[in-house]
């Protein structure tokens, strides 16, 4: 059974402050990474993706994997309370595979 | 920019009633899929379609459940006998590409409420 395992939270950070989102996964086989944040009664909307061991960075937004440790991780920074959502971490399985296997999300909550 | 859309935002409908939820998904995506998210639970994926066809099922999409590309344009996917159990947002996304990272972009959801 394929796991992607996520905090609930809710993580509170304070405005301007760094908010640090983890996952870890089961799946050794797993290709690419992804982060999604989903509002309250909306869709998830992609944020980044990652396939390859390191850092990567996208605006306010910083994904990182350590493929040996199996965990991933979505730093935000100079949080706003418009970043107060839920973050979803994805996962796609053994190569071919088109199926994402998501976390149950970190609810994050910015504080003003 | 370009966005999968899905009608009905909202479906009620009572128990053992067909339904067909319908996706567009963006124009010059190939690959098809279907989610849902029971309230309060995960993203769950239920299909996926390529070339006409299926790619990969989970144990949830069984016989109740089929999809469609009935035209150049719409995705649909049928539940011919609802349960109680089946009411969740259904998420229907695309993706460009088979190879590479394979983003997957969602439409907005339907809700579907089986009294």
């Known amino acids: 059974q394929k796991e992607v395992e996520q905090n609930s939270g809710p993580l509170s950070v304070p405005e301007g402050a760094i908010a640090s989102l983890n996952c870890t996964y089961s799946d050794r086989g797993s290709q690419s990474f992804f982060w999604y944040r989903q509002y309250s009664g909306k869709s998830p909307e992609l944020i980044m993706f990652?396939?390859?061991?390191g850092d990567k960075e996208d605006g306010r937004f910083t994904a990182q994997l350590n493929k040996a440790s199996q965990y991933v991780s979505l730093l935000i920074r100079d949080s706003q309370p418009s970043d107060s959502a839920t973050y979803l971490c994805?996962?796609?399985?053994?190569?071919?595979?088109?199926?994402?296997?998501f976390g149950s999300g970190t609810r994050l909550q910015v504080q003003p | 920019e370009p966005e999968v859309t899905q009608t009905p935002s909202h479906q009620v409908t009572q128990m053992g009633q067909e339904v067909i939820l319908r996706c567009v998904p963006i124009?010059?995506?190939?690959?098809f899929y279907w989610y849902r998210q029971i309230l309060g639970q995960k993203v769950e994926f239920l299909v996926s379609f390529y070339n006409n066809e299926i790619s990969e099922k989970s144990e949830i999409f069984d016989d109740q459940f089929s999809v469609e590309r009935p035209d150049g344009s719409n995705f649909t996917l049928k539940i011919r006998s609802t349960k109680l159990e089946d009411s969740a947002m259904y998420f229907c996304?695309?993706?460009?590409?088979?190879?590479?990272?394979?983003?997957?972009?969602f439409g907005p959801g339907t809700r579907l409420t089986v009294l």
């Open positions: 990652i396939y390859s061991n």
């Open positions: 994805a996962v796609f399985g053994d190569t071919g595979r088109r199926a994402l296997t």
């Open positions: 996304a695309s993706s460009e590409g088979w190879a590479g990272p394979g983003e997957q972009f």
């Open positions: 124009s010059n995506h190939l690959y």
